[in-house]
């Protein structure tokens, strides 16, 4: 059984998504650790409510961004991670985590990429008008949710549509999404699949 390394900055919904599938017997991978940059974040509630393991580790306490991932990679060393899940991660991944994982870290962003980048996806999306948005599970390189695409799921934008209402839409979509890819990839055929579902 695969084992992957979820990391999340904050209530770490899409982290217990995960979870629960896993213990559900749906997504066949072991999640050893969750990695969370945020001490009080409540996905670290979340994972000792599952019982997994959780490294609570501050950037602000290393003298620099490698440093950091270092510590990371450590760790993730000595549990022989297969594969880094992003979960509501709030920073870029370096040069240090990239070189050691390469091909081997997924993110989820809450829009169709490349629309929408960053932060704030889902007011940006409102802000720019448009009738439909998503979500997005790519891998991850070195730039702000530039990675190639692996899967993608478009979301309609109601008339009078707010950032509340729109974000649980979206999420509904992440956490099934999110556990679906992950099998594919880890348990399933090699090649990428691109889902394509439209979402009222």
Not at 116 to 127: C, E, R, T, Y
Not at 132 to 159: R, W, Y
Request: aromatic share 6%; hydrophobic share 45%; glycine share 8%.
């Amino acid at each position: 059984m695969k084992k992957i390394a979820v990391f999340a900055s904050g209530s770490g919904s899409n982290f217990q998504a995960i979870a629960v599938a896993a213990q559900a017997g749906t997504l066949n991978v072991e999640i050893s650790l969750l990695v969370c940059d945020k001490p009080g974040a409540f996905a670290v509630d979340r994972a000792e409510m599952l019982g997994i393991p959780a490294l609570v580790i501050s950037p602000k306490s290393y003298a620099s961004k490698a440093a950091y991932e270092t510590e990371i990679l450590q760790k993730l060393a000595g549990l022989e991670i297969d594969m880094i899940v992003l979960a509501g991660y709030m920073r870029l991944i370096g040069p240090t985590l990239l070189g050691a994982y390469e091909g081997k870290i997924l993110n989820i962003h809450p829009s169709l990429l490349p629309a929408f980048p960053g932060k704030d996806a889902i007011g940006q999306a409102l802000a720019a008008g448009v009738t439909k948005t998503g979500v997005t599970i790519h891998f991850v390189d070195e730039g702000m949710d530039t990675g190639p695409i692996i899967a993608s799921t478009a979301v309609k934008i109601a008339p009078g549509e707010t950032k509340e209402t729109l974000q649980k839409k979206i999420q509904r979509i992440e956490h099934s999404l999110y556990p679906e890819v992950l099998e594919q990839l880890l348990n399933g055929e090699e090649e990428a699949v691109q889902w394509e579902k439209s979402v009222h």
